[in-house]
């Protein structure tokens, strides 16, 4: 699994610019052009990534039997 520091040297910026272009920092926010560089990077190099995994989670819940779903 890739790390922030993989998607940094990548990309040549910090790993500060990397994680708040992931995490969607607003105190010291980056240009829309630099974190779709990241994001783009980020699933090339198999980062997971918030959203991502939201939707491999109710992917896989909708898939269990419905006498396992949280009521």
Request: glycine residues 6%; positive net charge.
């Amino acid at each position: 699994m890739a790390k922030l520091k993989d998607i940094a040297e990548r990309l040549g910026v910090s790993i500060s610019t990397v994680s708040r272009a992931i995490s969607g920092d607003r105190t010291r926010p980056v240009s829309e052009e630099t974190k779709r560089r990241v994001l783009d990077a980020a699933r090339e190099l198999g980062y997971p990534l918030q959203g991502d995994r939201l939707m491999r989670q109710e992917r896989i819940a909708s898939s269990w039997p419905a006498s396992c779903r949280a009521a």
